[in-house]
């Protein structure tokens, strides 16, 4: 079965860093746009970054840009989240996310983690 199993999440003060990390269970995601989203409680769930297969192109939301670095390591079958100047609005639930397709920017990725929780406290 296709899984992304996501972790690193945690309780961090505003200011602090947090590396988020999402293992992927097959080989086939190593040609996949991975991206993290995040969804704020009462709120939709929300792009901040994707990377192509190859890791040569990165895209951020306004929000994050400067502050969080996405990367992969498909050797290990592996795409990270840097997070770094963390401020309170940032608390949500973090989720990976893989599909096929490029540059996509809306929640509509073909699979998805479970989600890891991230608090940052002011």
């Known amino acids: 079965q296709v899984q992304l199993v996501e972790s690193g999440g945690g309780l961090v003060q505003a200011g602090g860093s947090l590396r988020l990390s999402c293992a992927a269970s097959e080989r086939t995601f190593r040609s996949y746009t991975k991206a993290w989203f995040r969804q704020a409680p009462g709120k939709e769930r929300e792009f901040v970054a994707h990377i192509s297969w190859s890791g040569d192109s990165t895209y951020y939301a306004g929000s994050v840009k400067g502050r969080f670095t996405i990367s992969r390591d498909n050797a290990k079958n592996m795409v990270y989240l840097q997070m770094n100047s963390l401020k309170p609005e940032d608390t949500a639930v973090y989720y990976c996310?893989?599909?096929?397709?490029?540059?996509?920017?809306?929640?509509?990725?073909?699979?998805w983690g479970q989600g890891t929780q991230v608090t940052v406290s002011s």
């Open positions: 996310a893989a599909d096929p397709g490029r540059n996509i920017r809306t929640a509509t990725y073909a699979f």
